[in-house]
Structures are given as structure tokens and as C-alpha cells.
């Protein structure tokens, strides 16, 4: 049963469409795909090692960095959704995309591409506010405020990449699929269409000048004041250095907007499409890679940061800086490294860095040491005392745990990257297994890295974090037990309902799943977090655990925990017992089916299906059932670790190994990735 794209309400007869690339000319190819390859790896290591940078300098935890993180962030995104599909097209005969692939790559490419837009707003506000409202700049350029304007790009970002996809998806595509274009862009697949595109260049027209025109005026606005501003400045140096930061922004602000709104803006009978795909390279693949250099490269305090980390012992760490005591260490300072690594994937991937490490200064100023000013504790970081205390056992742990997480990491990562890379592989249970594997990534990365510090060293973390990282852990294990639930129905339908199944699991139906997945989770873990910042912690402040969890941190408070424990058994239940149930009674109605299957193999092939999702079912509920359900009692902190384990990291190691390895569509699109990337 084919599932070659999962769109139930599109009638077009297209299922693939064919990039055309760049260019046409053979000869050109070759040097084209190595000068591209050469752009997307200085892309890449630019901004993420601006990420890195400012990771790990805390000079540099400021609003105006905070705000250069996530757009370096944003260009390494978005130009990983672009670039290695256009280098594709430079090797292979045909650059073959499937419409759902097409369809996922023009959302992605649209959401990073606005959100560049208004996080460039973001910027120059924030110059405005440093340069020409320098004593309000603490207040004004609050964490709140900064938080506030950041989820404002990101929502731009959604609602114009929701509103584009949208009228995208609604035409029919039933002649040529040849795209001529390196990407799946909005007006190269209007000129595919065999239906009425009025529509779709309205709301082009609309969003797109909303999109340029909104950040332009404000960025317009925003220098203009600041011009006013540096002009009454006495100081030569003071305008200088004002005059430096603004013309590296207008730069770039130049080179984003100019392009886009040449690429959006114009008639498209004004504009061959050979144009559009030059002028589409200036933001997709210039303008990513110049973005670090402009910003970093002719910036005093990153030049400044970059030679504190490549001159930095491993002996001078954070903690001594700060006055806090060190444990000894009785492993090499070259793990300590390792754990910085750790640290910094952890963040990217969970976007779980505290807002208090990020900001000190402003911090002091606003909140006496962290953002929770309505918390009245006096506690403002915790210790976890980790898995063991046994300090002969620390060592060969943290090695054991080490390799789990690198696997749990290589085996996830690598699924979710055979899946998009496998045309075949895109049918509803993949796609499932698609979120799945995304999903132990992420909150495996939550976990691992801080429960690997508690092996080497005090592993103090501050509130910020450990409310931060309890937030995240929750959101994804609860995503994690609706996942679930969503792959036994497909297999339900899928068993039992085979004539209904392209209706049944519909693109619509298994988007709509997803949203709820993380709708659910969303709301179990706000409730959580919500629930454990009403509370007081001012005793102890050392966590007998080796992460941020319910139960250890109940311990800790000084008031009543009584409605917490309330609020986790009714939300753990739910989210457990719901999807319990409606597994069972799944796997209930495919044993009833499969009994009356006549074939052998038949039966078998089902059995095998059923069998790794019942393991995957069975060791998740039953850890997370035995660690929240139960009643709470002296000494029990102890069992909860070694429970925790398992589905922290034990489960999202096994997972790729469950679903994949025994998994003959898993082999088959594994070897033919290998041939191809042999061949290429």
C-alpha cells in the first residue's frame, strides 16, 4: 500500500516534482557544487560557532547578543533546509523531492526567512534603546521584554509560513513537475500549477509587504532616531563606535531586505525566473554566511571573547569565578571539555539556557539574581548529587553513560535523517517514527549532558535552569507518550482498516495528531512548572537526583506541597492512563484482527510490527508509571533514579533499535543512502 505523500485533500496527480537547479550548463557543476559546498561550510561553522561564542562568554550575555544568538541561530537553520538539497542538484541526474518533502521545505524555509525579518527589527529597536535611551536600557531591555519580542518573531515566523503552505497545499498540480528553481520556492511552483493562482500571489503580495514592509519601517524609524541621536554625541569616539554597530546591521538589513523584496515584491512577468534564482542565492546562501563576519569579525567584544575561550585552561572554570567551592576532580581535566560540548548541544537542542546566565548584569539590576521575582525563596541555585555517591563508581559511569548518549544521539539523528532523505519512508507510521526520534533526541539532550557533570564535578545549577530544564523535560516525555498513542492507532488502522487507510491517516489527520501531541505536552509541563514556582525553597538546596524532577524538588520546599502533589498525580495520570488505554485497546483490536488473518507470514509481519512497539510501550509507561504513581516514602528518592533512567536515557538509545534495525524498510532505504552517497 503506497503512500508515495500524505495530502487526502489534494487532488493533484503530482507526487514528486523535480528541482531543476541553479543552472543548466554541465560544465558548470562541478566548480558550482564545491563553491557552495565552501559557502555552506563557512555558513555553518560561522554561526555556530558564534552560537558557541556566546555560549560560553558570559561578557557577552547581554540583549544585543541574546538577539545575535538566535540570528545566527536562524541562518544556520535555514540555510541547512535550503543548501544541501541545491547541492543535490549539481551531482545527481535528477533532483527528485517528494510533494510532502517540497511542501515541509517551503514551511521551514518560509518560517526562518520571516523570522530573519522581524529579529532583525528586534536588533535595531535594540540599538535605539542602548544609544539613545542609555539609562532606561536595563528596564526597557528587560528579560521579559526581550523574551516578549523574541516569541513575537518567532509567531511572525509561523503565521506567515502557516498562511503561505496553506494556499500552497489548496492547488493542483497535474502537468509538468519540473521545478526551475534549487528549491521548493512559492513562485516557481505557482508556474506549476494548473489551477487559478489569484489567490496565492494575493496573499504573496500581502504577507510578503507585511513581512518586509513592518521590519523596514522600523528599522527605518529605529535609525533615524539613532542618527538624531549620534549627532548631538560630543565625543568622536563615542560617534565612532555608534556609527560602527549601526552600518554592520544596515549592511546586512540592505543585503536580506533588497533581495527579498526584489525576489517578492516585483511582478513576476518583470522577473525571469533565472533572475529570481540569483537574487534568491543573496538570502539563502550569501547572506547566512556574511552574517557572522559582519557581526563578529569587526566586533571588539567578540574578538575579545574568542581569544579569552582559545587561551582558557581547563583549570579556570566558572565556578572559582564566582566563589562557589569546587569538588576535586579525580578524572582529567580534558573531560571537562567533553561535558562543555555536552552542554552547549544541550542547549541548542532544548533552548534550555537560563535567561539568568544570560544576563547577569541586567539581572542584578532587576531581580536580585534571577528572573523570579515573585518567588520569595532564598535559594537561588541547586547542587544534584547525581546517580551515585560511590566516587570508585563516577568514572566508569559517566564512560557508560557517555556511550549510551552517543548512541542514543547517532541512532536518532540518523533515523530522522533516513526518513527525510527517503521518499518511500514518508508514510504516516515514518512520519510518526519521524517525531519520535526528534523527540528522544531532545529530551535525552535535556538530561544527559547535566547528569554527566555530576560524575566529574559539583554539578551546581542555577533556579532559572532547573525550572527551565524541568519545563523541557516534561513538555517532551509527554510528547513522547502521545507519539505513542498516535503510532498504535496508525498501526490500528493500518491492520485493521487497510481500505481506509489513505482516508483515515490523511496529511490533515496526522498533522492534526501531531498538534495535539504537542498541545498536550505544552500544557502538562506549563502545569507542572507553574505548580513548582508558587513554591518556597529555603533550606537545603542540594537535589538528591541527578536532574531538575518533581518529586526530589517536592523535597526541598519549605511550605506545603500538598496541591503539587495533587496537580502531578491528576496530570501524570491523565497522561499516562489516556494513552495506556488507548494503546490497549489498539493492540487489543489488531490481536482480534490478526487471529483471523490466514496467511503465516501475514500474521507474522504483523506480530513483528506490534512486538517492537509493545517493548518501546512497555518500558516507557511502566518506569514512568512506577516512578510518579506511587506513593512517596523515605528512602525512595533512590529507586526513583534507577527508574528514571530508563526512560531519560536507556529508552531513547533503544528506540532507533526497536523500530529500525529490525525494521526491512529501514535496511533498504539505509543501503540505498549509502549507495547513493557512494556513487555522488
Not at 56 to 76: A, G, Q
Not at 232 to 238: A, W
Request: proline residues 4%; positive net charge.
Amino acid at each position: 500500500m503506497r503512500y508515495s505523500r500524505m495530502v487526502g485533500g489534494n487532488t493533484s496527480s503530482v507526487s514528486e516534482f523535480i528541482l531543476a537547479g541553479l543552472t543548466d550548463q554541465p560544465g558548470l557543476r562541478i566548480p558550482l557544487f564545491f563553491l557552495f559546498v565552501g559557502s555552506y561550510v563557512v555558513t555553518v561553522v560561522g554561526n555556530l560557532g558564534l552560537v558557541t561564542l556566546i555560549a560560553l562568554n558570559s561578557h557577552l550575555h547581554t540583549p544585543m547578543y541574546f538577539f545575535l544568538f538566535n540570528l545566527s541561530f536562524i541562518d544556520f537553520c535555514y540555510s541547512t533546509v535550503i543548501t544541501p538539497k541545491m547541492l543535490m542538484s549539481f551531482v545527481a541526474k535528477k533532483n527528485i523531492i517528494s510533494y510532502s518533502g517540497c511542501m515541509t521545505q517551503l514551511f521551514f524555509f518560509l518560517f526562518f526567512v520571516v523570522s530573519e525579518s522581524f529579529i532583525l527589527s528586534a536588533m535595531a529597536y535594540d540599538r535605539y534603546v542602548a544609544i539613545c535611551n542609555p539609562l532606561m536600557y536595563s528596564v526597557a531591555m528587560s528579560p521579559q521584554v526581550c523574551l516578549l519580542l523574541l516569541w513575537g518573531v518567532y509567531s511572525m515566523g509561523f503565521t506567515g509560513a502557516m498562511a503561505h503552505t496553506a494556499c500552497m497545499v489548496r492547488l493542483t498540480f497535474c502537468a509538468n513537475n519540473l521545478v526551475n528553481h534549487y528549491m521548493c520556492d512559492i513562485l516557481p511552483l505557482l508556474e506549476r500549477s494548473c489551477t487559478n493562482t489569484y489567490v496565492n500571489e494575493l496573499v504573496v503580495f500581502i504577507v510578503v509587504g507585511i513581512d518586509i514592509g513592518v521590519p523596514t519601517v522600523t528599522i527605518f524609524v529605529s535609525y533615524a532616531l539613532i542618527l538624531c541621536s549620534i549627532l548631538h554625541i560630543s565625543s568622536t569616539e563615542g560617534r565612532a563606535k555608534a556609527f560602527s554597530t549601526c552600518s554592520s546591521h544596515i549592511i546586512a538589513v540592505s543585503l536580506f531586505f533588497g533581495s527579498g523584496a526584489f525576489m517578492y515584491l516585483k511582478p513576476s512577468s518583470l522577473l525571469p525566473m533565472n533572475q529570481g534564482k540569483v537574487s534568491s542565492l543573496f538570502y539563502t546562501i550569501v547572506v547566512p554566511m556574511l552574517n557572522p563576519l559582519i557581526y563578529s569579525l569587526r566586533n571588539k567584544d567578540v574578538k575579545v571573547a574568542l581569544k579569552k575561550t582559545l587561551s582558557k585552561r581547563p583549570e579556570d572554570c566558572s565556578a572559582e569565578e564566582e566563589g562557589r567551592p569546587i569538588v576535586p576532580l579525580s578524572v582529567s581535566s580534558r573531560l571537562r571539555h567533553t561535558l562543555q560540548g555536552l552542554e552547549l548541544l544541550s542547549h541548542c537542542t532544548s533552548v534550555s539556557r537560563s535567561w539568568a546566565k544570560r544576563f547577569p548584569r541586567v539581572l542584578q539590576l532587576m531581580s536580585q539574581g534571577r528572573m523570579a521575582s515573585s518567588n520569595d525563596s532564598s535559594v537561588t541555585e541547586f547542587v544534584l548529587l547525581g546517580l551515585t555517591p560511590q566516587p570508585e563508581l563516577q568514572l566508569p559511569l559517566f564512560f557508560l553513560f557517555l556511550g549510551i548518549y552517543v548512541v542514543s544521539v547517532v541512532g536518532n539523528l540518523g533515523l530522522v535523517v533516513l526518513i527525510a532523505l527517503n521518499p518511500h519512508l514518508h508514510t504516516p507510521m515514518y512520519y510518526f517514527l519521524f517525531n519520535l526520534s526528534f523527540t528522544d533526541f531532545c529530551y535525552s539532550s535535556v538530561i544527559a549532558p547535566r547528569m554527566l557533570m555530576s560524575f566529574i564535578e559539583q554539578n551546581v545549577i542555577s533556579y532559572d535552569e532547573c525550572m527551565a530544564q524541568l519545563f523541557f523535560f516534561c513538555f517532551f516525555v509527554i510528547n513522547e507518550c502521545y507519539i505513542l498513542t498516535s503510532m498504535a492507532y496508525d498501526r490500528y488502522v493500518a491492520i485493521c482498516k487497510p481500505l481506509l487507510y489513505k482516508v483515515t491517516m490523511s496529511h490533515q489527520i496526522c498533522l492534526l495528531m501531531t498538534a495535539g501531541v504537542y498541545a498536550m505536552g505544552f500544557v502538562g509541563a506549563i502545569a507542572h512548572v507553574v505548580c513548582m514556582l508558587r513554591l518556597t525553597f529555603c533550606g537545603s538546596n542540594v537535589i538528591s537526583h541527578y536532574m531538575c524532577d518533581i518529586p526530589p524538588l517536592l523535597q526541598l520546599s519549605c511550605m506545603s506541597t500538598s496541591v503539587n502533589e495533587l496537580v502531578v498525580f491528576i496530570v501524570v495520570g491523565v497522561n499516562v492512563t489516556v494513552p495506556t488505554l488507548t494503546i490497549f485497546v489498539s493492540y487489543t483490536l489488531i490481536l482480534s484482527n490478526i487471529s483471523s488473518i490466514r496467511s503465516v507470514e501475514g500474521r507474522s509481519k504483523a506480530f513483528s510490527t506490534c512486538s517492537s512497539h509493545i517493548l518501546a510501550v512497555s518500558l516507557f509507561f511502566g518506569s514512568a508509571a512506577f516512578m510518579y504513581l506511587r506513593s512517596s516514602t523515605p528512602g525512595s528518592l533512590d529507586q526513583d533514579k534507577i527508574s528514571t533512567v530508563f526512560y531519560t536515557i536507556v529508552g531513547p538509545m533503544l528506540n532507533p533499535l526497536i523500530y529500525s534495525l529490525k525494521n526491512k524498510d529501514v535496511h533498504t532505504a539505509l543501503r540505498k543512502t549509502l549507495k547513493k552517497s557512494v556513487l555522488s
